[in-house]
């Protein structure tokens, strides 16, 4: 059970609002991707820049930390023989699996955990038909739950693995907010250009402005790049619904990270370490506590080393970065698949104190969003000044829009 941090109790989401007009939304990307402006908050003073010159304005060296998650093909359509349409969103695996690149690579079916537009229009058990090509789907929905609904898939031919089912027969889900139909140019325009591991639902949008030049540009600066993945569930866009922060259950999300990532971390932790993204960030702060509780406990298992969102909040102990990393990098040696695969609830939000970023870069964020407290953690009230700042300098606001570099 949860131990809820006292600190915590007096904040309420009302000091985390602002008024965000709908026309500073971006409803699509510019042309170029690293043309977007970036407000550069260095303790306290503010600037504008460019992502295409974000090499000048980045410590040197540094590193740079981003999250290779790829957006799957998570919509898929299906024609009822009456006319109407069934829309199925896929959020996450069943729990039967032991992640989500496990999932992704089932053959001949897989049950997933779904949204269901037009559910009532639906009877349990009768199957949804959807053919492209010699390929056929069939989705059943079997069991209704609170918030989601579990769907068995199945296809032909049995060998296609569900991740190029969804590639043939799916679109990318576009943030609701936009309140547009999702085109062509979205398929390439929401992934980033080092997109690798498949699983996510929206995308790490603070990758989005980087360009295959951009990321030369930064290897030739001395600046270095390194890669773990956090697969971005539906619970990103969750509004905190509760007044009390201590009192929104924090979404749990899908993490990766292999034993040749820490080996490289540690390498260069006494570099200023740089979050590209709030999913790389809470990657990484995770990385500190589930080596804190490695420490505390030396044969913990696979499946009891994962974090809630209070932990790192009410454990009294501390290590330092290095040793946890250490204790870390140990335990995924012993692991047949030289891997960490977990999944973190880890809610950053005004008090919690940072262990390994020194650097966040970074989108706007929804007001009363999860994402925007943990902003606020990052740099403080000061949060406030500079989202002003950018309003009335006409900046890009959301997932399509433009970013921060905050070096507190």
Known sequence: MDIKPTFAQGLSMKEFEYDLPEDKIARFPLTVRDASKLLVWNKGQMQEGRYSGISDLLPSPCTLVFNNSRVMEARIIFQKPSGGQIEIFCLEPHTSYTSISDAMAQTGSVLWSCLIGGASKWKKNVPLLKTVGEICLEARFIEKRADDFIVEFSWTPGYMTFASLLHTMGSVPLPPYLKRKVEDSDTDRYQTVYAKESGSVAAPTAGLHFSEQLLETLSCRNIQSLYLTLHVGAGTFMPVKSEKITDHHMHEEFIEVTG??????????????????????????????????????????????????????????????????????????????????????????????????KGLITNFHQPQSTLLLLVAAFIGPAW??????????????????????FMP
Do not use: M
């Not at 960030?281 to 044969?299: D, Q, S």
């Open 384 to 405: 406030k000044n500079a989202y002003e700042w950018a309003l009335n300098n006409n900046f890009r606001f959301l997932s399509y829009g433009d970013g921060c570099l």
């Open 260 to 357: 040749s990532f820490v080996a490289a971390l540690i390498t260069e932790i006494n570099k200023p370490i740089i979050a590209v993204g709030t999913t790389s960030l809470r990657t990484l702060e995770t990385l500190y506590w589930l080596g804190l509780k490695i420490y505390l406990n030396k044969h913990i298992t696979a499946a009891e080393l994962s974090l809630d969102q209070w932990y790192s909040y009410t454990q009294p102990q501390s290590i330092t970065v290095s040793e946890s990393l250490g204790f870390l990098q140990d335990w995924i040696k012993k692991q047949p698949s030289n891997k960490l695969i977990t999944r973190t609830q880890l809610f950053i939000v005004p008090g919690y104190h940072f262990k390994i970023v």
